[in-house]
């Protein structure tokens, strides 16, 4: 009786759970946001219809106005679409104009746009904006976030053809619309304004709309197909719900980020999958996850694979940009989707996944069986696989690229970059890597990492067809992991390290001080690619934070090699930047200061993507690795490694973890966006990078969110 009452309490749970989820899917609050990002104004909103970001940029006093200019933008994860609208002051005058959303009413800033429509509803967002001065609208492009990123960022070039599809009009009543037909011939973005009371109405002056000061109503919608949100109680598992309300922010970020089908990188920018930034993501959030969230993740990434060669997808083509894309490079009528191949390292991390996920984390062994059976539905070409076919061909990629260094473990066995392509692995901008062609990351972590994934999916009966790899992946492995290392090692004596921090500042004609008195041993580090600037950097001697992934995905044994790893990447970030990695806004991803030739300086700025500049992500690898690390010393037994019983050095990797953790604090206020540099002034304080370069950082990024999981533990 009581076991038969029991079931029935579970049973009403379970159904009441569900009504709240969709109670909450439609008939609960939009979910609204507003995040202030120095001349960038970003506003939120999201309903159980569609999601969109809003961007209005106004220049400061202190702005530079070559990058700085006003501007409305409008970004959806459906399709990976926007609008931006790009004005200029009626009197030439750059830096006169200001623009901010809001008129004088009291309403929300953001309210929804949903009108019925055939085949698809016509969704977006209405508001106002206001003008202190006369306005042209000189630039509307309306389509794809790709068109306009590589707009703002490729020197504010548009494309004629897509541009001559723009129809601009106006109403009697003062307002203007432009409306844009896709490539497609079916989906619509419509930009629409209407003048309030006594502001002047919009006329058309030479195909360009002209705006009086004052405020005008404007809505931004389109009809295209919308994606289902992970609502924060869907995002998140049971055990971290409490994270809805005392990390609301964070949490309401990740969830405009997170939909059924898969999770988004970053807005506005990157508002589309990419692998790597998913795979990362999960890896680091996994805890806090629902297990819907994670195997949207999982799923987006098989989905995307090349089934003829196994390699993951690094970003998708879709939308208005896909059949633009399948026109000009294919040279077919199609709006199907299609993938970016290119990248080397986002293939090693799905076997790293699916182990946290299907091993590590104990979960459901039918829930897998039927995960496993799903058929692939997003690219033509892998309709009709199943996921554990495509799982199968991207573990084989994986043996296969592996089996050459395994037999013969010398340089040119390494993986490199893909022939004619300068990029990559995570440092995907021209110069990330030096030039190099074998990236440090993904020969010393990925890799190995990768085939002990595939031995331990192998062992619990994964990959069916491939019992050998049980053995053979675990085989493989030990060589990777502890023959690929040397090969990267720099090694500077202090007097020369001395030196060469002392050149760097004038080299780098930086203020910042040379801490060569924080030089107190030889210098060690391992560089972030070999093969660098056309041969002529053998290693390209950055310091950097890519030793993250070795600490995060693997447990290496050989004792003597793992003691100097950690060793090294403690004393370089307890040594501040230049002589290590260290500063009060964050750890450098990147120091060029023992590179030696004045092109190290130059190449690895405080203006460059992957350069002198901090990102939240490495933080968080590099806390949750050394935290894994430092754990491997809790057994208090012969099993454990030998740091642990190095009390100098486990003192200092203990040391390290705090100071990070203390840089980690400091920087809260930043932590959740994409990317941030520095000026100096006798101290370091923090820079938006898009105040002082064409790249601007997304306000929110998926991998950015991580501290959400990642949290300071103790050592002593
Ligand atoms: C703007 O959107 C609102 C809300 O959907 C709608 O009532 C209004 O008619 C729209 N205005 C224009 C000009 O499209
Ligand atoms: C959402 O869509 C439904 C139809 O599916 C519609 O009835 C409802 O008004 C929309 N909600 C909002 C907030 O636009
Ligand atoms: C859209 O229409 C144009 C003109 O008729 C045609 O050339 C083009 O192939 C069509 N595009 C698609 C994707 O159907
Ligand atoms: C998939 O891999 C095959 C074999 O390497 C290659 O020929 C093909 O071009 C790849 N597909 C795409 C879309 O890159
Ligand atoms: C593009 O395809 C069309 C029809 O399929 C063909 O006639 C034309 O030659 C192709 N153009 C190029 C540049 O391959
Ligand atoms: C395990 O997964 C299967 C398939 O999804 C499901 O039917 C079953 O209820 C799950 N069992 C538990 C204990 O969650
Ligand atoms: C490296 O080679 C590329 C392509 O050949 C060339 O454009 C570039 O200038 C070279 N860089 C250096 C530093 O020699
Ligand atoms: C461990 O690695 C070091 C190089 O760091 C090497 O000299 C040594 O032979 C390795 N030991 C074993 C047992 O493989
Ligand atoms: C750690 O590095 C220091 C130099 O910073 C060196 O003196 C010490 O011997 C190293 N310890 C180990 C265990 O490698
Ligand atoms: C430093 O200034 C010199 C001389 O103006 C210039 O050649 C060099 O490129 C500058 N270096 C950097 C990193 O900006
Ligand atoms: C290492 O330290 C642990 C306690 O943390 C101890 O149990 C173990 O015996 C020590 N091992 C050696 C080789 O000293
Ligand atoms: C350095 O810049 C910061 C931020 O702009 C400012 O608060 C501080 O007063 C400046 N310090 C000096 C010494 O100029």
């Known amino acids: 009786m009581a076991a038969l009452h029991t079931h029935i309490c579970v049973f009403i749970v379970a159904l009441l759970l569900q009504a709240t989820a969709f109670a909450a899917d439609c008939a609960g609050q939009p979910t609204r946001l507003q995040l202030t990002d120095g001349p960038y104004e970003n506003y939120f909103y999201s309903d159980c219809n569609s999601s969109s970001h809003v961007v209005v940029t106004s220049p400061l006093s202190t702005s530079n106005l070559d990058y700085i200019y006003p501007r409305l933008l409008i970004a959806w994860p459906a399709g990976n679409s926007g609008i931006v609208a790009v004005f200029a002051a009626q009197n030439g005058q750059r830096g006169t104009l200001h623009i901010n959303l809001g008129g004088n009413d009291q309403d929300e800033l953001l309210q929804p746009v949903w009108i019925a429509g055939t085949p698809n509803p016509v969704v977006g967002v209405t508001s106002s904006i206001t003008l202190d001065s006369p306005a042209i609208l000189t630039v509307p492009i ?30 009697g009543a003062g307002g203007a619309m432009i409306k844009r037909t896709w490539y497609d011939n079916t989906t619509t973005t419509w930009l629409t304004f209407t003048p309030s009371n006594g502001t002047p109405s919009i006329t058309i002056d030479n195909g360009e709309l002209r705006f ?16 289902t949100q992970l609502i924060p109680q869907r995002l998140l598992n049971t055990a971290s719900t409490d994270l809805i309300d005392s990390r609301a922010e964070d949490v309401n970020s990740l969830s405009f980020l997170s939909y059924d089908s898969k999770l988004l990188a970053g807005t506005w920018r990157f508002l589309t999958y990419f692998g790597r930034d998913t795979m990362i993501s999960v890896l680091l959030l996994q805890s806090v996850l629902s297990d819907t969230t994670i195997e949207a993740g999982i799923s987006s990434v098989l989905e995307r694979i090349n089934k003829t060669d196994g390699t993951a997808c690094h970003e998708e083509i879709i939308g208005d940009f896909a059949t633009l894309t399948n026109k000009v490079d294919f040279n077919k009528t199609s709006n199907s989707p299609s993938c970016d191949y290119k990248m080397i390292d986002t293939t090693y991390y799905l076997p790293v996944l699916m182990k946290q996920y299907f091993i590590d984390s104990a979960m459901n062994a039918s829930r897998a069986e039927e995960f496993l059976q799903t058929k692939a539905s997003f690219l033509d070409e892998n309709k009709g696989l199943n996921y554990n076919q495509l799982a199968t061909s991207n573990a084989q990629k994986i043996m296969t690229s592996a089996a050459p260094f395994a037999k013969n473990p010398v340089q040119a066995n390494l993986i490199h970059l893909k022939d004619g392509q300068q990029v990559g692995q995570w440092r995907d901008s021209a110069n990330g890597l030096g030039g190099g062609r074998i990236p440090y990351d993904v020969n010393t972590a990925l890799v190995p990492a990768a085939l002990r994934a595939i031995a331990a999916l192998s062992t619990a009966g994964f990959f069916a067809d491939h019992p050998d790899w049980a053995t053979l992946a675990n085989q493989y492995a030990a060589i990777w992991e502890d023959q690929t290392l040397h090969f990267f090692e720099v090694n500077v004596a202090q007097n020369s390290a001395k030196s060469l921090v002392n050149t760097y500042v004038k080299q780098a004609n930086t203020s910042v001080p040379s801490e060569a008195d924080a030089i107190e041993s030889d210098v060690k580090f391992y560089g972030v690619a070999l093969d660098g600037n056309n041969g002529s950097w053998p290693i390209v001697r950055v310091m950097n934070t890519d030793d993250c992934f070795r600490h995060f995905l693997l447990e290496t044994t050989n004792q ?56 939240s992500w490495p933080l968080s690898m590099m806390a949750a690795g050394l935290s894994k690390q430092l754990k491997r010393c809790e057994p208090r037994d012969d099993s454990v490694p030998d740091f642990c019983n190095q009390s100098a050095l486990y003192s200092k990797i203990v040391s390290a973890y705090n100071y990070l953790w203390d840089l980690i604090e400091k920087n809260m206020a930043q932590l959740s966006t994409e990317i941030w540099t520095w000026n100096y002034n006798g101290t370091y304080t923090v820079v938006q990078i898009g105040a002082i370069s064409a790249t601007e950082s997304n306000i929110r990024q998926l991998w950015s969110l991580t501290f959400l999981a990642v949290q300071r533990n103790t050592f002593t």
């Open 142 to 171: 309306l389509g794809s976030i790709r068109v306009i990123r590589e707009y703002t960022e490729g020197g504010r070039n548009t494309s004629p053809d897509q541009q001559a599809q723009n129809r601009l009009s106006v109403d």
């Open 560 to 615: 003597t090699q793992l003691s100097s790893f950690l060793n090294q990447t403690a004393d370089n970030i307890l040594r501040p930047f230049p002589a290590g990695l260290a500063t009060p806004v964050g750890l450098f991803v990147a120091n060029p200061a023992f590179g030696g030739d004045a092109d190290y300086a130059s190449e690895f700025t405080r203006i460059d993507y992957h350069g002198t500049v901090v990102w």
């Open 212 to 227: 009086g000061a004052g405020t005008y109503k404007f809505n931004a919608s389109f009809n295209y197909p919308q994606l």
